[in-house]
């Protein structure tokens, strides 16, 4: 058979673990795709960068039509990043009769009709099992394990360089800023970290495994997003003297109109219409399964109505977990499989179902609140009226003593509050009135808690 001709769009962290791949492990690939998997052309934006030893230089251009006009290139795997370029690349490589592999969350979330009608159109396949989770084979496992399913909810911690923040600051009381950089030069962060920290890149992802798994196609704006940027080593510690550990999760939950109880893993009925959808630091239990998931790692509960409960566990982020997910694709290519499955799936194909995204505001949980107060008479006794007007009930509260200062004026100290179960819309409103409290120096913090 002849060989299946592929060329990369990046050589960067993602694009060299691919081309090692492809280079380093030739028979056992082909024996897997059943044909040799060439690796003809790798395009790039800086035709002077130095490049790994082991990757001939003679496959390196920055010009990609010479992939565009390559009768024997079958599939492009898109690993720039990024969304505008990409995008306007991988349109034009579908146009030239390319199947396309693409790692890019970003630009699937938010251009996934456009490129996947491209794909339709022009009668090709396209593939992202590395575009959620790194090398745990996800989309895979939703699109073809778990099809005999209605997936009733997602919950998983998706994005690897927070993750990896995270445990360094809860288990060494490392500093945000170091861990960040770290993620950075292990190549676990985007180009703009930004998008790890702020939860962007966790809300991508969502919104992939949404459209899989509920075959909702959502503008980013639908779903709610936190992230850890700029989060406190001070609630770190308190979560810990709780019994709990900050987590950066992605949940998406069926449930009936009226019932609305706790995003954290607690599916409804398979006949549920509203979507509830959320990126956001929860507070988990610290024997909790997501609680103990460590460093760069993701993981992945999905329910579904027959299988019921399921976990996905791996390296989220890097370079040889990514290009695992990579290369599971182009063989997948190689032998035809991924076509059939994009033909059958019809993602981002306008053919919704009639999903209703659930309003934020009336979703239930239970709160972490963490006040900088004024030491001195009557402050608890305003802040738990409040929160009585709201109807919010407190479950525990930890206000340890201060120093004593020496002109005798009030101590700002950390008073912490654990809610019962209320609606969001309560807690938000209640925090709003106590943040302008003369004697609460705000901003307030505060996390929903996982349990
Ligand atoms: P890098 O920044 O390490 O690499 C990007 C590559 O794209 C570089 O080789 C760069 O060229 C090339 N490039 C950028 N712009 C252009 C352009 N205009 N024309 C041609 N080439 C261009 O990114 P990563 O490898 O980390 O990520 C790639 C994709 O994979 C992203 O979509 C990311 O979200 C996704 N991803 C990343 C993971 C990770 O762990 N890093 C995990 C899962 C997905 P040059 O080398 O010349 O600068
Ligand atoms: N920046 C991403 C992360 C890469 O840290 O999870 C994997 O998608």
Redesign the pocket.
Known sequence: MEPFGIAL???????TGVAKMLLEHPDRLTARAGRKLELRRI????AK?PRPSGIPSSLFT?N?RAVIDDPAVQVVVE????ID??KQAVLDLLAAGKHIVT?????LATHGGEIFDAGRRHGQAIAFE??VG?GIPIIGALCQGLAANQILSLQGILN?TCNYILTCMTENGCSYADMLADAQRK??A??DPTMDVDGTDSAHKLAILVQIAFGVALPLSAIQRRGIAGIDLLDIRFAKELGYTIKLLAEAWLEPAACGLAPHAKPQSAKCDQLAMHVSPVMLRQNAPLALVRDAYNALFVVGDAVGSTLYYGRG???MP?ASAVVADLIDMAVGRAQQTFRSLKLWSGNHRNIVVRDPSTMRSRFYLRMMVEDRPGVMADITRILANHQISIASVIQHEALEHADGESEIVPLIIMTHTVPTGSFRAALDEIDRLVSVRPPSVYYPVGD
């Open positions: 769009l990046g050589c960067g962290t993602v694009g395009v790039v934006d800086d960068k920055t990609l690993v720039v990043g990024g370029w990409a790692a890019n969350k970003a630009l590395a575009s790194g690897g190549g676990y985007e180009a982020a890097g370079q990514t």
